[in-house]
Structures are given as structure tokens and as C-alpha cells.
């Protein structure tokens, strides 16, 4: 086998269908009978960050254009996120993407016996499926897992829990002498994780119900924004809920070492308390909306409210070539401006994927305290872009294995902004792409030029992808793919403001020129600014707050100064509550 990808989670299975799509032979590997990890089989489907039609790129751009012909009522469906999909949707659209693919054969429910290594290569893997075991050999072994459970067995270096400001100077993280001495670092190790559940609206009830007062241990996990808005955070399509409450909610703080023990048996316990503990905060919604929630089956024939697995936040982390920290995930200044490109002796740029996700971090308690990471784009708060260079996939102990989950080399504080799907996603495209160059060009992945790896995500026929954060030039533009090249042969001349200098002879999108939707309307009205950063709409319906993911959308409302008659079209979003404007002009 030239290929060989363990998980099926979300970046196990990018990993996998890039490998089959760049023509080597790939064989995935999956625990379970689900592919998509963290977008369907732990029921995270209302996905945060890369919401921006700049980001929208690679697997997830096209991820999100085709699941968004799939859900008939739009992916407009809470205010957590632009994006809100059924599990079994997304399943299904990655379970068809596989099934396309003559070079990947896909093998679920296995179990990861034992890995050999043979000095610095990964030689072989024991798997159990259906009562019998295979040997399997491969040229590259990519670890798509949420825990780094490949990365574990081969004996690979790694990290768990806190490291210590002095080791990176991340202004976020605990002292050395903080750490030895206080005891949450020990309970708390990593981030905390959810088992989602699932609930049922009652959407025919005009009236909200009379709200009971929830119980301990959920005391106080309505206070900040009420029931309405607790509930329609994660709402789907159809009025299914995604209940993934960290306020008093759902988060499992306790035992989480359990979760990487090699005892099958205090695993187990850590799940059965994870998922007694989700059903019971299920109940308590149940009982405080006086029945407007019930409970969902997000996972069809399930026959449960619960979703499959765990929404693991954080597991065993690579101690790869290079590491992300907290450091290089925070703007060089309030606003818009992104932290450094990660360059290489040459002056070259190594980055290979784009991270947005404002750093956010799950213990018990009060928030962690975190530097601020966010900035105020579109009529809305939104991450500031960083990047993953290609070091942090790789290590110099083993050298023909990649990471392309969340295990790979970054801290615990950066962890909080590199673990969401979007990343992981491109992440993992980007090492299935590696592991098939690797093949093609006989060598390890770590030995790859990266330029090479760079151009072939950016012109990938199926799903091209980002390698740097430019701000100006969404997806579906012609000088998409432009900007990016241009940028990667100056990467001096990207400000910090993500904006790419001496490209003037690059035509910017305008206002209008946003593809449509088949769920647009239109929206006519007065523009109201109450203050620079904030945008509404003042209309015959009333006044709609509005929120754009397009930069010519952005540059223009950013250009008027309020009182403006304004044509648009929008997207409604009534849980947001706001109107996503996709384009639109002045009104003369």
C-alpha cells in the first residue's frame, strides 16, 4: 500500500481522499462505521471559524458548497455559526466523496492492535476488523485520529497538557512555578470535552414557554442568554439541536487522563460518565422549557439522542520539526492584522493551511484568560488569520509519518485556536497531499520541498486550497488563485493587515459580484452605523442588525457612513437574529 490513513475522524478523512485524488493508493482506516469525526459522528455541525468567503477554500470550501445543496433549508440555521448542517448529511456527502475514488479503499470498525517501527519508519500495523487481523505495510502512515493514538503506539515523541510561559513566552499560559504548584493543572490537563446531545424543537408553539429555574450541577447555565438563545445557539436544520453548552452545560471536566489510557476498561468508564452526564443536562432543558424541548435522534436508527463519540477538544499533541504556539496565532496589533508567516532559512514561506478560529479554551470554572485574539470584520467578531507551516506535520523521529488532525505539533494554548474542523480539514488535505507526493517523488515527506506541496494545494482541479492569509480576494474570485502565487514568491509584501502589496494590476471584488444563493431574498432600506464596526438595516419589516462574509461587501459598507439608501441581497437569519449580505448597492 503506498498510503495508509488511521481515523476516520475530520482529518483523517480529508487526509485520505486527497492521497486517493493525487493517485497513489490509499487505505482508510476507521474505528468506527462513520467517517467525519467532529462534523457528523460527534455531532459538532454547526462549525466555528473560517466563515469568510477568503477562507472558504480547500475540503471545507468544499465541504460547505456541497452540503449546502443537500440541506434544502440552508445552512443559516443558529447564531454560534454561519453553517448549520445534520450529522447524517455530512456523513453522507464525505461517505460519497470516498465511494468516488478508484484509489481509496476504505476499511471501518477496526481496532489499532500494535504498530512496528524498523530505527526512524513506521514498518507495519496490526488491525483487528471482524474477528480477524491484518498485517498492513505502507510507504507513508498518516495519524488522522482526535488523540493520537498511531502517533502513541509507534512510540512517536509527543506532548499532554500545559507547557509553561517560559518555554514559548505565550502571554497566555501559567508560570513553571504555577504549574507545579497549583493543583487545577493536574486535574485539568487538557481542554474539556463534550458529548454532544442531541434535542428536538417544538416549533409550532408561537409562544416561548414559561422558563423553571434549572438544578444543580446546570445552576446558572440559562443566566447569560436565556433559554431562546441557549437553545438556538446550536440549532440545525428541522429544529434539531446540537447541545454542546459550555456555560454550566455539558463539558465533562473529570478523569480526562482516562481518555489516552491504554486500560479499554477506564476508557469505557470516562465514556459512560460523559454520556450520563449529557443526557442529564438533555433532561434539565426538558424540564425548564416545560416540554418546547424533547429529545432529538441526530444519528439516524440510533435509537439515541446522543452522538457516537466525543467531541474531543485536545489530545496528545506532536512534537513535530516546528511547533504553532500562542505566539503565532495573535494579531501584531488590535484589529485586523494577522501574527508572523513562518519562513524558513531560505526567506520562504512554509505555511500550508490557514487558521482563523479565535483562541478558545474549555475548563470548570470561570473563562481562562486569554489574550485577545478577535477583530471586528463584516459586522461581527471574527479570528485573525495564522498560519501552519508544513514542520509542524512532520518530526524528525519518524520519518514517514504526518499528522492531519488535531495531534500535531502545537501547544496547549494554541490548541484552543488550531482545533476546530475547518483547519483540520485543510490540515489534513494538505498531509494527504504530502504523503502522495512523497510516493511519487520516492522520498519521505519531510524531505519534500514545500513549494511544491504549496503550488499543488493551490491548484488542486477538485479543491483548491489556501497556503496564506490574504484577506482581499474570496474563493469564487478569478484572482483567487493569483494573489496567492504572487504572495508566495513575496511574502514580504503581505502587510500585517493580510493585504498584499505592489499587486494594484489585481482587480478586488466589488459589492456586487458575489455568487447567489438559492436562498437569497431581497432587502431594501436606510444603513444605520451606531458605531464603526457594527452595521444594520432599517426597513419596513424594522431594523435587522447585518453581517457580511464577502470583502467587497465589507470594503464597501465600510466605505458609507450611515443614512445611505441601500439595495442587498441577504440571507435571513432569524436566530442570529441578523440578514448575511451577499451583495449590494446604493440606492441613487
Known amino acids: 500500500m503506498d498510503v495508509v490513513v488511521w481515523g476516520g475522524g475530520t482529518g ?33 455541525c454547526a462549525p466555528d471559524g473560517h466563515e469568510l468567503s477568503c477562507w472558504q477554500t480547500g475540503l471545507w470550501g468544499a465541504f460547505l458548497h456541497d452540503i449546502a445543496k443537500r440541506e434544502p433549508s440552508g445552512l443559516d440555521q443558529n447564531w454560534v455559526s454561519c453553517f448549520g448542517f445534520q450529522p447524517a448529511t455530512a456523513e453522507q456527502l464525505l461517505r460519497d466523496w470516498v465511494g468516488r475514488e478508484r484509489h481509496l479503499q476504505w476499511l471501518p470498525c477496526c481496532e489499532l492492535i500494535s504498530v512496528t517501527r524498523n530505527e526512524d519508519r513506521i514498518e507495519q500495523l496490526r488491525v483487528g476488523s471482524a474477528e480477524q487481523q491484518h498485517l498492513i505495510r505502507a510507504s507513508v502512515v498518516i495519524d488522522g485520529s482526535d488523540l493520537g493514538d498511531l502517533m502513541a503506539l509507534a512510540e512517536v515523541p509527543h506532548r499532554w497538557g500545559w507547557e509553561p510561559k517560559e518555554q514559548w513566552n505565550e502571554p497566555s499560559a501559567p508560570n513553571r512555578e504555577r504549574l507545579s504548584t497549583d493543583l487545577f493543572f493536574r486535574d485539568h490537563p487538557v481542554q474539556s470535552p463534550t458529548w454532544v446531545s442531541f434535542g428536538q424543537l417544538d416549533e409550532s408553539s408561537a409562544d416561548l414557554p414559561a422558563v423553571a429555574e434549572p438544578s444543580d450541577p446546570f445552576e446558572g447555565c440559562l443566566s447569560d442568554f436565556g433559554l431562546d438563545r441557549t437553545l438556538s445557539y446550536g440549532r440545525l436544520p428541522g429544529g434539531l439541536v446540537m447541545l454542546n453548552w459550555p456555560l454550566h452545560g455539558n463539558d465533562w471536566h473529570d478523569g480526562l487522563h482516562r481518555s489516552i489510557s491504554s ?10 460518565e460523559m454520556q450520563s ?17 424533547s429529545p432529538g435522534e441526530g444519528i439516524p436508527g440510533s435509537g ?31 484589529g485586523a492584522q494577522r501574527g508572523p508567516l513562518p519562513l524558513n532559512s531560505d526567506g520562504d514561506c512554509t505555511s500550508i493551511a490557514v487558521g482563523t478560529y479565535a483562541n478558545d479554551h474549555h475548563y470548570p470554572g470561570e473563562d481562562w484568560p486569554l489574550a485577545a485574539k478577535s477583530c471586528r470584520w463584516g459586522g ?11 514542520e509542524a506535520l512532520v518530526s524528525d523521529h519518524t520519518s514517514n509519518l504526518l499528522m492531519a488532525d488535531k495531534a500535531f505539533s502545537v501547544s496547549h494554548m494554541a490548541n484552543g485556536a488550531t482545533r476546530l474542523q475547518p483547519l483540520i480539514l485543510n490540515l489534513g488535505q494538505a498531509a494527504g497531499m504530502a504523503a502522495a507526493q ?9 524531505e519534500l520541498p514545500v513549494r511544491g506541496l504549496q503550488l499543488a494545494l493551490l491548484e488542486d482541479p477538485q479543491a483548491p486550497a489556501a497556503v496564506l492569509p490574504l484577506w482581499e480576494w474570496p474563493w469564487w474570485h478569478p484572482n483567487w488563485v493569483k494573489a496567492q502565487c504572487e504572495a508566495l514568491d513575496h511574502p514580504a509584501r503581505i502587510n500585517p493587515f493580510g493585504v498584499l502589496e505592489s499587486a494594484t494590476e489585481l482587480m478586488r ?7 447567489h444563493s438559492p436562498h437569497e431574498t431581497l432587502a431594501a432600506g436606510v444603513l444605520k452605523r451606531p458605531d464603526g464596526s457594527t452595521y444594520s438595516l432599517e426597513c419596513s419589516e424594522g431594523t435587522w442588525p447585518l453581517i457580511t462574509l464577502e470583502p467587497g461587501v465589507e470594503t464597501w459598507l465600510r466605505g458609507l457612513n450611515g443614512g445611505e439608501q441601500l439595495h442587498l441581497r441577504v440571507i435571513r437569519n432569524p436566530w442570529g437574529p441578523w440578514l448575511r449580505v451577499l451583495a449590494g448597492h446604493q440606492l441613487s
Open 277 to 293: 452526564h449529557s443526557l442529564s443536562f438533555l433532561r434539565e432543558l426538558q424540564r425548564c422549557s416545560d416540554g418546547w424541548l
Open 438 to 446: 512523497a510516493v511519487q517523488q520516492q522520498c519521505c515527506p519531510n
Open 304 to 334: 439515541s439522542p446522543l452522538a457516537l463519540m466525543p467531541y474531543w477538544r485536545e489530545g496528545r499533541r506532536l512534537i513535530g520539526r516546528s511547533t504553532v504556539t500562542e505566539v503565532d496565532l495573535l494579531p501584531i496589533q488590535p
Open 509 to 515: 471584488p466589488q459589492a456586487e459580484q458575489a455568487p
Open 380 to 390: 461581527r467578531w471574527t479570528g485573525t488569520p495564522f498560519c501552519i507551516p508544513f
Open 263 to 272: 486500560d479499554p476498561t477506564e476508557r469505557h468508564a470516562l465514556a459512560t
Open 12 to 44: 483523517g478523512v480529508a487526509a485520505a481522499l486527497q492521497a486517493a485524488r493525487s493517485g497513489v493508493d490509499t487505505l482508510l482506516l476507521t474505528p468506527g462505521s462513520w467517517l467525519g469525526g467532529m462534523l457528523s459522528s460527534a455531532g459538532v
